[in-house]
């Protein structure tokens, strides 16, 4: 049969679509095989369509229908037979059914498109679902709403996602009015892009193509096969994972095991496109996954092994303010959140606090976190550890479930009693080698276990054996039957090479305004932390009255009194003292305590400047609330003096807050670099004793000192508080003995106390200079973080 004829038989007959150019050969024989080679195949392709094998296919009659193998059915072919992303093995083949559609490679950017049809018979596809769209004359809507050209249901899609007009020229321009953008050809677009003949347009988990006036949807993106490919990573001297190579199909459920050490988890970061390989590839639907990444992150769930889920929140609120971060504002996020509720099973907990879930709920509302956009590839990190036997089965079935849903689930796990819930197991041993891989029944078989896993644990003890067993699981039939018959090593599409520049998704004003919901709500909940930040400062200011008693020490008596000067100081002193003490203990934890939160959500979409942005926004609310209790306090207990500059009140409050607020500053980076909070905690000590020592206080600030001095911001808060009571003036004159010479001054006046205005505004810039600096050091080092 020709290109492009008009098919009258009624034989069943194969129609094969290659970037817009048709085939069609109809079937009559008991065998045929397909491919680009004369002497092999009777249907045969023209020698320019190289996707195709020399001999690609066999198909052999079953009943009224035809059975089509991989391959010659013996060996595989290079770029494989596909059916919903899951590969069809020269073994076991795949029965064709009227209007099958099968695809020869499995990158749907470069693919050809293989449907069987048989007249006779009904349609095996009985989606009604439009998936192809003539864009001529018309303005072209695509996204969730109901009345889209081309409705495109998944939670990462917007009502109003694109649409696609023409220009003036004949040309299709695409303008992108979505939450989570556009890709075409790999690039994301910025706001509008035109689309050239045969260009590749990814909306959430869509692919589609254009093809000539036509926009069809090549995958709905429902269905993810992942091929890992050779994958080592060496380190300088010791090798974490050792040319590992494995098929995962889509809906398979796979549980990565092996001894401590053995690299389950390198394989994980690796398989999840967040550690960097020496060597290998993984792919995802035939696209490498680090240089598409930008493409996938919301596709992809995963649940590390810390909770990533706020303590001082409901259940609810977690996955609310998850999904208004994660989703299309335009999402009905009730719905979504019932619905993962319902998913995982945590309904009846709802209205729970996380902090009094146990340790599977917990888990569980984790798994909610990363349900809500309902990723079809979905990586779990030892999710059952800390679990009794009977939790760890209800997790099992429940990723189970997941699986049967068609996603795909991977998962580290120490736990085996329930393995067999699995489709494959990954069995590494140490060095990253992997010993075996297949049905978790014939793992024990190939390690002549009976039916405890453990006793595979104990065989692999020894290096020599895990070498010994690897070499042997190479060689096996398990290899070739579970590996090579199913791995695909993907193509290099010419868009593959995508710089991942993070997308934002929702808007940074919108991320900033949830993220300070969620902070100020935590906060909130935290009363005791807050009272403590509230009230720790007043109260050892108001215990200071009981040491200076009757004493007036910010006010110029009548009498001259040489001792008032260093009381006021020491007054002052403690002041500066309170506000740095609690603007650092108010902030210290704060980065830390949320980081397997944060390192999450960045990978999604998380913005670094609003995150930080709704952290000094909050601080500062609090700093405001502090500053103003703190100022009462002094009012209420210490005469005011009358400053020169401006009024005693305003230069107290300016002055307490942006002591507040430098520390706070320096507390946030800390705690950005820091590893876990114990270290955090450790830090304030540290951190406060040069800010004793070298604040010009308690000692005199003389030569490399002076210097020293000038980076703490003690020594600029206790100047500006000295400038505004005029420090300086409370010094008498300096007595003369009968003797001509003058007694000493207990307290020299100094520049830094100047009551000038020049010398306020240099202290509250410094202090303003000095929260810049940190918080620009804080951005740095959350950068840092970022892997891509
Ligand atoms: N970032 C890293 N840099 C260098 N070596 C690392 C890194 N992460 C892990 N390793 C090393 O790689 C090896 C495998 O570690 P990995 O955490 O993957 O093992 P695992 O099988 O998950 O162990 P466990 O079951 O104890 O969590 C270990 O020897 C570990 O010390």
Known sequence: MHPNKTVTSVNSYLKLENQGSIIYFELKEQQHILGRDRTFADLVVPEDWQLVGRCQALLRKDGEDYRIYDGNGDKPSTNGLYINHIRITPESGYSLKNDTEIRIGHNCNNQVVLTYHHPAQPSANNTHESSRVSLKNRSVLLGRDFNATLPLEAPTVSRRHATIDTDG?????????????????????????????????????????????????????????????????????????????????????????????AGKSTLMRTLLGVEQTTQGVVYLNGENLRNNFNMYRTHIGYVPQD?????????????????????????????????????????????????????????????????????????????????????????????????????????????TANIKLCDRVVFLGRGGRLCYFGPPDQCLQFFGVREDFADIYNQLEKAETVIDQANKFRQSHDYRRYIDNHLNPGTQSPQSNVVNNQSHGVSFWEQLNILMQRYFQIQKRDRVNLALALLTAPISISLMTFAIREQDPLILGEQPDPALAPLALRVLFVFTCAALWVGLSSSLQEIVKESAIYLRERLVNLGLFAYLSSKVAILSVLAVLQTLLMTAVIFLFFKSPQPELISWQLGLSITTFLTLLTSISLGLFVSSFVKNTSQANSALPLLLLPQFIFSGVLFKMEGIASKVSWLMLSRWSVGAYGALVNLNKLVPEPIKLPDGSTLSQPFEPTPIYEATWSNLSLNWGILCLHTVIYLAMTFYSQKRKDIF
């Open 307 to 415: 909770d990533i889920i706020h303590q001082e929140l409901t259940v609810t609120e977690v996955l609310t303010y998850a999904a208004k971060l994660r989703l299309p504002p335009d999402i009905d996020v009730t719905q979504v959140v019932e619905k993962t509720l319902q998913d995982v099973e945590m309904s009846h907990r709802q209205d729970a606090k996380v902090s009094e879930l146990s340790g599977g709920q917990r888990k569980r509302v984790s798994i909610g976190v990363e349900l809500l956009a309902d990723p079809k590839l979905f990586f779990l990190d030892e999710p059952t550890s800390g679990l009794d036997p009977g939790l760890d089965k209800k997790m099992m079935q429940l990723l189970r479930k997941l699986a049967d849903q068609g996603r795909t689930v991977i998962l580290v796990t120490h736990a």
């Open 169 to 261: 020229q004949g040309r299709y321009i695409l303008r992108d009015y979505s939450t989570n953008g556009v890709f075409v050809n790999g690039q994301k677009v910025n706001t509008t892009a035109f689309l050239s003949a045969g260009a590749i347009i990814r909306i959430g988990p869509f692919t589609l193509v254009l093809r000539g006036d036509e926009l069809q949807i090549l995958d709905r993106g429902n269905q993810i096969r992942l091929d890992a490919c050779n994958l080592v990573i060496q380190d300088k001297d010791k090798r974490r994972l050792d040319d590992i190579s494995v098929p995962i199909e889509p809906g398979q459920f796979v549980a990565l095991v092996g001894g401590s050490g």
